[in-house]
C-alpha cells in the first residue's frame, strides 16, 4: 500500500486527518499542540506529535500481534501514520488500574490507591457537553452503539489492559489508567485513536515520576522531557526484543 496525503478531513486538537487514494485508509498526523480543561488550556509540548506517533505505533503493532484488531497499517513518516479509515464510537473508554484523576476526586479516594479491580468507564464524546460520564443504559438508549459492540469494546479492553500492563512492568512504568477509543470497520469493532502519553497516565515504579500529560494539566513543568523519557523507555523494550 502506497498511499499518499489527499485533502484534509478532520483537525482535532492534537492530530489532522487526511484523506487517501482509498476510501478505506486515512493518514493522521500528530501535531505538537497540546489542550487540556476540554480545549481551555492550550500550549505546545516540543516533539510530542512525534513521541505520540511512534509511541502509539508500537503498541498498536504489539497489540495486534497479539490478537487485538487495530485500525494501525503503517507508520509513513515520524509524525504520519496510515490507518483504517473507521466509523468513530462516540464513546470514550476509560480503563483505570489505580486511582487518580477525576476518579480520585468523583469518589473521594486518594491518589495512588491501588484499585481492587480494574474499572471501565464511558464517556459520551461529546465536546459541546464536555464529554459527560455515562453508562451502557444511556448508550443502548442514545443509540450510540449495541450491547454486542459494547461487550466487545469491554472485552478488547480488558485484554488491552493485561498485555499494557505486561508491556510497561518491563519498561519500569506504572500504567495508572488511559482512554481507548473504538471504530468500526467492516461490520467490525477496531481499536482507533492512539495510546500515547497524551491519553494515559504513565509513572515510573521506583520514583512515581510523572510521564505523560498530566505535567502539563497540573502546570508541573518538564513535559517534553518526560515524553521523550517515556518514548525511551519504549524504545529500549523493542530493542531488546
Ligand atoms: P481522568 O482521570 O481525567 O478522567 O482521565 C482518565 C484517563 O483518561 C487519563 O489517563 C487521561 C485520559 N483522558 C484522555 O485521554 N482524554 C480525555 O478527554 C480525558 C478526560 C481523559
Known sequence: ???????????GKAKKVFAT??????IVSYKDDATALNGLKRG???GKGEVNNRVSNILFAYLEKNGIPTHFEKELSPRETLVKRVSIVPVEVVVRNVAAGSLAKRLGM???TVLKKTVLEFYYKDDA???PLINCSHIYAMDLATKQEMDRISEIALKVNELLGQYFARAGVRLIDYKLEFGRFNGQIVLADEISPDT??????????KLDKDRFRRDMGGEAEAYSELMRRVLVQEESK
Open 1 to 11: 500500500m502506497n498511499y499518499t496525503k489527499q485533502e484534509q478531513l478532520y483537525e
Open 110 to 112: 486518594e491518589e495512588g
Open 200 to 209: 494515559c497516565r504513565f509513572w515510573d515504579d521506583k520514583t512515581g515520576e
Open 21 to 26: 487514494e482509498s476510501p478505506d485508509y486515512v
Open 44 to 46: 505546545t509540548i516540543a
Open 129 to 131: 457537553l464536555g464529554d
